[in-house]
Structures are given as C-alpha cells and as structure tokens.
C-alpha cells in the first residue's frame, strides 16, 4: 500500500479483517517498519506494528519486489514502471490517486494483469460511492450508532457479489457506480 494517511490506514485494517497477511504499507519516506517506530505519528506506529511480518525496509520499489498487490492511495506518479516491474507476475495494480493516478493505467497494463483507477474514464473505476450509501441505508436500519469494520467488509463482500462469475473479466472487477443494484445489496450486508 502506497500512502498511509486515512485512506492507507483503513484499506489496511479492511484488508487485514479480510485476512490478508502480509501487507507492506509506504509513506513518503519509504517502507513503514518498527526501526522507525521513534519518528512515527500514533497511526503509522499502529500501522508499523500490524503490518510488515517480513520486516522489509527501504523504498516502495523494495516494498514491491514479488508483490501481488499494489493499492495506491497517495499522489500522482510515485509508481514507475521499473518498480511495477519488480512486481510478481500478472500483478494486480489499484491506483487511486485522483484526477491523477500514481501510475498511468496505460502504462501500468504493460505488466499488470487488472487495472484499476479513482478515474471514471477507465475501466474498474474504483469510487466510494458505491459504498457509502449503502453503509449509511444499512446503518439507518438497525439504528447503528456507529460503522464498525465489521460493516465496512460486508459492504466490501457486497460489492463484489454484484458481478457475476460470468460478468468478471479483467476490465470489470467492480460494478459501475451507476448499478442500482449495489445500494441495496450493500445495505442488506451491513444491517
């Protein structure tokens, strides 16, 4: 994960409710690991101790030597085709960064088997729109005081059982903020 503000901060708690293992997040200085522990704010020393089993130290492009995953949320440009190329084999590459995203999807698609951007002209657009009024109906309903993450994943799981076995493809892994069917199915997961 590239940026460890808010967004940095939640995908990974997200992902690690959804048992994801080994997640290496990166700020602007580099791989967040606990020998930076004494320069850290309260979130990346969290961020530090929860993430980073294999202690790995350095830049993102070390971070991403065999990696599977890359989920951008920081700024526009940080990710470099040489670096994207230290990636695993048919690697997946979420760039959100928006209107600008930490790579092209044109450059990124010359080693990344999916694509996907915070933009609304490519494929896989990735928007919490099609999350949040769903979460907020589903919350309304029970009369939840607050969102837990348990929430948050159902909404997640929701959104990805709106695209059928036969409808996935690698230019389409997430619905279109357009489908009416998300709000309802994100709700009913959430209440």
Not at 3 to 29: N, P, Y
Not at 49 to 76: H, I, M, Q, W, Y
Not at 95 to 108: F, G, R, S, V
Request: proline letters at 6%; aromatic letters at 4%.
């Amino acid at each position: 994960i590239c940026g460890a503000g808010a967004a940095g901060v939640a995908v990974t708690k997200i992902l690690l409710r959804a048992k994801a293992q080994d997640i290496v997040v990166c700020d602007s200085t580099g791989v967040i690991h606990t020998g930076r522990l004494p320069e850290l704010n309260e979130s990346k020393r969290w961020l530090a101790k929860a993430t980073n089993p294999r202690n790995v130290r350095g830049r993102l492009e070390d971070a991403l030597k065999g990696a599977d995953l890359f989920v951008g949320v920081s700024g526009p440009g940080v990710l470099g085709l040489p670096a994207l190329r230290r990636m695993a084999a048919n690697p997946i590459v979420f760039a959100l960064a928006n209107p600008i995203p930490e790579i092209m999807p044109e450059l990124a698609e010359r080693k990344a088997m999916i694509v996907a951007t915070g933009r609304s002209d490519y494929p896989n657009q990735i928007n919490n729109v099609l999350a949040f009024p769903g979460i907020f109906r589903g919350a309304l309903n029970v009369r939840a005081r607050r969102i837990t993450e348990e929430m948050q994943l159902a909404a997640a799981w929701a959104i990805a059982d709106c695209i059928s076995p036969a409808e996935l493809n690698v230019e389409y892994i997430v619905p279109s903020v357009f489908n009416r069917e998300v709000v309802q199915k994100v709700a009913k997961a959430v209440e």
